[in-house]
Every structure is written in C-alpha cells, then in structure tokens.
C-alpha cells in the first residue's frame, strides 16, 4: 500500500466502505468522487486523492475500517474499469457454461500490459500489473483506453464491468428537498380509476411484437446484436425514436461517446406550467455469449425497452396530457458499465435540472419455473422512498406481482442516484438473476420462462408510479 509520504508525487485513490455521513464530512474527499462500486456483499465509494492533506484525512478516517485499500493511481494513458461477479442464482453457476475464467481474462491482460510497456522500461524496471485491487468478488484494473469500452465481450458470463469515470465529481446524495414530492404522493397513495384504467391498456401484442423486432426473430429487422458498437444498436434506436414519435412525443437521438449507438430520449411536455420532469427508462444495448456476435437481449433490456415502447402506445392511445414533464429514455452503453445513463445524468445535473423521479426497467420478463409472477425492487441502490412508492403502487395495480428485494445490482438508475436525483429500478425477481439465458445468445423472448405477462405487470407499474407523480388528464376526443 503507498505510504502518506509517497502521496506528494503520485496520485493516490482511495477505495472505502459506503457511508455519506463521513464522506460530505471530507471536502477534500466529497469533491474527487468516482463513483459507488458492488464490492462482494457491500457497496465501496472510490476517490482520487489530489493532496498529501486529503490522504492524511482519508487514512485517519477511513483506512481503519474494512474492506479499504489505498491504492496508486495509473498514469494519464490508462483508464480504470471496475469488474465485479453479479448476484446470480447458485443455479446458474451449477448448471450453465460460464465462457473463459476471470484468471485467464486477466492473465491476458497482464501479458498485453507487459508488452506495451517493456520498450520504454529500463532493464532493472518492471511492467506495472493492470490490476490495483482484487477480492474474489471484485477487481479494479487500468487498462489503455482502446480497452476499455471492449472488456466486457472478454469477461466470463457473470462478470460485469464498469468504467470508471474519467475525472472526479462532488460527491451528492439524494436531498430532503427533492424527495418531498414524492413522500407526499406515498403519503397519500389511494387507488385510482383513471390511472387503472389507463395502465390496464396496455397492449401484450404490442409488446410481443416490439420484441420479436428487437432481437430479430421477427425475420424482418434484420438485427443480429444490439450490442453499443454494433449496426444493429443504431437500428434499433432509429427504429424506437420512430416509433416513440408516432405516440406525440419529441425524441432526439443523442451521442454522449465516440463510437457508442446513442441515447434515445423522447419528451412529452408537460400542459401546465412546469420546470419538474419525470424519466422512465430502459436500456437498448445487449450482451451475447461470449466469442458470439449474437446478442438478442430479449429479456436484458428488451424487456424494460418494450415496456417502454408500450406505455408511449398507451399514452396515444388514451390522449394522456401530462401537468408535469416525462421523458421516456432508452439509453445504450449500459453492458459497459452505465455509460449512456451516466452522460445524460451529468448532463442533467450540470443544467440544474428538476427531475422529480427516475425509474429504470431492466430485465421484467423471466419467471422461474413454480415461481410466482414477481416485483423486484433495489436492496442496495436506490432512493428508499422511491423504491416504496413504487412497491405500494405495484400492490393497488399489478397485485399479482409478488414484490420484494433483489440482491441483483445496478442498472442505469445507478447513474441518476451518483448526481443526487431520487430514482429506482424494477427488475423481475425478489432475489438474485436465474435467468438461465443471462448475457447469453440464446435470450430471446420464444423461449421457456419468458413470461409476457410478467413483463405487462411491471410496466403498469412503471407507468402507474408517474402517472400517480406527474398528474395527467385525458384529453377530449376530436
């Protein structure tokens, strides 16, 4: 570990257990934030320490607490990724091919690192190991930056990666303020006969014809992979832009990094006077397994995706006229780690913007088989009062979804909770991932345990929570 001394010629990071109360006690620390981390069964914060002062404050605050690492940080050339094993069900890990073993993927790493280094290293000089930090759940690597943003086609079947973000931000968490609206709404959270009726029109054809479109079983769109870097990505968020247009929204397709499919972000305006604004969200891209460029992603995300879609059909359907902002956003680069919802979340903030609440939908659609039809709500990260509104409202509009907490962590709403914006997420099980098709080439939605029904109940959810926010009326028939 580099010592206090070493602080005033190299840059340190500081890996810590999550705790805000200590952390905003820290200026030094609470402006140099990279982000929250799933470390094993806890949650890490990671910063950058840019003075000796700030390291002393961190190793007389934090390093005596476990797990914590001090660690050194990598020159201006490599990027950092943050890889962590995904709470998956034992029977996955028991019953399906995993692809190549994390070991081999950074051993791999490591000769790649060796190789581009050793021509300008002196002959008593050593190649710096690409890994900073590892525990058998977790591992923190600098790698160039080429790699980055391709790490995640390596990596075996349950390990995700995350890219950690370039610069450091403040440090922020989700205010009294801006969750009041929301408490008030819960607070006072009845039935509905509007919002039924509005939310029960939503249509399942619909929805098993936007999907069979998405992964290309339809034999008509003609995609192969909605993986970010692929052509089938920009047809899908063409062909999503389009089609949220048709339902009244304005859409614009927006790149947030070289090389990445965009975000697609659709906006009904509000019909009252209104700075406050609603997200409802899903993902686009996929993931396939691994050495195929197959990546249906029929339940990871097309799932949230046609949830998405289905509820901007229903708002054209009924004529629903919003009294407060809603953008529907289905966002790309979040199987690299929230890239897309990362861009748009700072974007958010650095505009000041009022967003009342965020929900993603990721992965809605897969029942175990003897399971009941369920809700899954964040253990970890998410804004409590959200997660609440929305488990309540599950109970007066979809109460046949068995709701309860999912170890399963984190989608893009990960990105809007880091800028301090209250959000949550809905996932399809109370408990870890058993899909048994997970970042695998055989998720499509004609498949044993894609339950279409399930995936409707979650998107009256959904849309009901902002309906319920939002206000809305019905507009007159012409």
Known sequence: MPTIQAAAGLGLLLLAP????????????????????????????????????CVQVASNSYLSQEPNALLAAPSSEKRLVWIEHESVDPSLLRSTHQGPLLDDVLDALSARNRDETQQTLSTTESPASPILYRTDTSVLVALPSEEVFTIDTRLPRF?????????????????????ERVRRVLSELKFSPAVASVVNNISIPHIQNDI?????EDGQSGIVSRHSFSPGARTAANWIKNRIEETGAKCRLENFRLGFAPNVICRYASIVDSNDTIILSGHYDSRGSFGSVRAPGGNDDGSGTTGILSIARTIARKRIRFHTNLELVTFAGEEQGLVGSDAYARQLRAQDASIVLMIQADMTAYRAPDEPLQLGLPERIGTPEVTALVGNISALYSPELTVGYSSACCSDHQSFITQGFPASQVFERAGPIADPMYHNSGDLSERVGYDVNQLYAIAKVQFATALHVAGFEIADSE
Do not use: M
């Open 159 to 179: 390990w995700k990666s995350t890219i950690v973000p370039e610069s450091p931000s403040a440090y922020r968490v989700v205010s009294d303020d801006s969750v």
């Open 212 to 216: 069979r479109f998405l992964t290309g």
């Open 18 to 53: 999550l705790n805000s109360t200590l952390f905003l006690e820290a200026p030094c620390l609470s402006q140099n934030f990279l982000g929250h981390y799933r470390n094993g069964e806890t949650t890490s914060s990671l910063f950058r320490l840019e003075t000796p002062d």
